[in-house]
Structures are given as C-alpha cells and as structure tokens.
C-alpha cells in the first residue's frame, strides 16, 4: 500500500490537533482519526439551546505560560469567565478555594489573624501524627476537622470510591490557604473560556488536514499504519500493547444532563456538594462559562465511578502499582521506532490544558531538531 501521510495521528484531542496543525506548518502531510463521532477529545463542546455544554465535564483554560497563551489565542478569542466554585455542604455554601470567605462561613471570623489562630487551634487535636497513613489523617493534620469534614472527606470519598482512611496521604500533599478574600481558584495569570467553545478551538487547529472520525485505530492498525510514515499515538499506552503486563487504573465519570425551563439554576458555572449522601460530586451550569443570558439553562450532575471498558478513562491512579506498571510500558514505547507517544492516555499522567498544549508543541519542536 501507497505510503500518503507523514504522519497518522490517532486522537483528535488537543495534543493530536495541535501536534497536526505545527507538522502540516512544517510541509508535512498529516491524516488524523479518533474513535468519536466528534474531534476535540474530552474538551468538545456542543451547542444545546445557544449553550455551549461541556460535554465530558468543565474546562476552564488557566496558565502563567505566556507562549501557551499566545498560542491558542491565534485561533480563537477568550473571555474573562474566572473560576469561583462554590461548595454545598447539607445545604449550607462556602467558597472555595479556601480563603477569608470560606473562613467567615465555616467560623464567623473577619481577620486572617483570626482565621489563622481558629486553623491553628483545630490542628492542635491532630499534632501527635507525625507521619500520616493515610488521606484522613493528613488533612487533619493540615487543616483540623471543620475544614477536613465539611469541604474535604465527603467530596474526596465519592471522587476517588473509598473511604479517606483508606486513600494515600500523598493526595493532599498540602492545603492551599488563602489568606484574602479572593475566590479565583487558579493563581495563573492567565485564565478564560474560548468564545463560542473548544471544539472551535479545535477546528482552527484541524483547519485543512484531513480527519476521519468514528474511526477505531485497532480495529485497522494495520491498514492504517501502511498509510504513513510515523504514528502519533495519543491513546492508552497500556492498550496499544495489548495489556500484556495488565491494564492501567482509571477513576471514570458519569454525566447526567437536564435542559430546566428557567434561566438560571444555580447562579454559577460550578457547585460541588461534599457530602457523602449526596452521590455526584458536583453540577454545572454551562452558560454561565460563557455569561449566558439565554431563557433556558443547561446542567450537568457529575458522578465519579470505578473504570470499566465502558467508560472513559478520565483520572489516572498514580499509586506504586501503577507506577511501576507504567514503567514496564514506557519501556515498550521507548523500542518503537515509527510510534511516538504522546499526551493525557499515552503517557498516563493527568494534564491540564495548558501543559498539554505545551507537551506537543515541545515533542514537535524536539523532533523537528533531530531531522
């Protein structure tokens, strides 16, 4: 068979997109595919009612890389949308992430003197642990029990499937405190939504190269393969290898949405309920990415779940048996000649947008030094 492609990208997510629009820059000839019925990985977005839903949970772009920033801002325009969760807590709101807000709703104080002295007395109780075991203890240790119980526990449980105490402590290596009222959860200097949602984003990158989605690389590796010179594999490393050492640990999601009749449901984009009783870990309201004024709103109820070949992978176990199990995969990929490995699934790690983008554009650049 003909060899037409330079490259054959498997995955139209972000790194794929980006890593395809620099080769074809370059005068290289690009096929991209993916699984989907749609490009853009988990940050596509589909227009529902004029609302541009976040259809496998928020995205929120945030760097302090200016490159990055630049970048994406070339191929579409962002807005202003600042991340402010809110945490529902047995009906009872408290800000996040934790600051002097959060501080006068959890305790009535008014100074970060105050809040300072009321996180010191709580920790008091906890200071004979000096190596914790486990998530619980750590975060009694770095923020006593009104804090650990009311904004952490319920919410970390239903995330991650078990009871805290059973959870390693390096989960929460520390608590960010913040000692102002400011409840933008990222520090990064940069931070916005596209205008008009992320699969615009991805289009602009995909501009002109070609793409064939509902399009299952196994199902014709080999065909496939013989169409070009080199393979960009964004997809799970452990499956391209068959799982001969065992499969990779994910937690999963599950997303149930609801169009209401009503222009607004919560009042903010994001509301997390950390409560164990309640069994979704947080609901979006997806118009308000985008300062929606729309007669009707769009939400999403989010329920973490245990991985199965059903359901996507979303958030890698980074504990000692998966580490060690990534390892003998990397060693695998590291044999191949005409495979490169790159992004979220590839390289099992968990990626924010931003440090995606910045992955391909630096594997591009690193191969393009080498030819």
Known sequence: MEIKYDYLIVGAGLFGSVFAHEATKRGKKCLVIDKRKHIAGNIYTENIEGINVHKYGAHIFHTSNK????????????????????????????????????????????????????????????AHITEPQNLEEQALVLGGRDIYEKLIKGYTEKQWG??????????????????????????????????????????????GIEVRTRTNYFEHKSELEQLA??????????????????KLEYRSLHFENELLETPNFQGNAVVNYTNR????????????????????????????????????????????????LLKQYQQLANKQQHVIFGGRLAEYKYYDMHQVIDAALSKLNEIFKKS
């Open 229 to 246: 010179e080199k393979v960009i594999f964004t997809g799970k490393i452990d499956e391209y290898f068959g799982y001969q050492f065992g």
């Open 67 to 126: 490159e990055v920033w630049d970048y994406v801002n070339t191929f579409v325009e962002f807005n202003r949308f600042t991340n402010s969760p809110v945490a529902n807590y047995k009906g009872k709101l408290y800000n996040l992430p934790f600051n002097m807000n959060t501080f006068y709703q959890l305790w009535g104080v008014k100074t970060p003197q105050e809040a300072q002295a009321k996180i010191d007395e709580q920790r008091v109780e906890y």
């Open 162 to 207: 078990r009871p805290a105490t059973e959870i390693p402590a390096f989960i929460i290596r520390r608590l960010p405190f913040r000692f102002t009222f400011d409840n933008n959860y990222f520090n990064d200097t940069y931070q916005g939504i596209p205008i008009g949602g992320y699969t615009k984003l991805v289009e602009k990158l995909l501009e």
């Open 277 to 324: 009783e309640v069994p979704y870990t947080r609901i979006i309201e997806h118009k308000h990415f985008e300062f929606g004024t729309q007669e009707k709103t769009y939400i999403t109820r989010e329920y973490p779940h245990e991985f199965s070949k059903d359901n996507e992978s979303y958030y890698p176990i980074n504990d000692d048996k998966n580490q060690t």
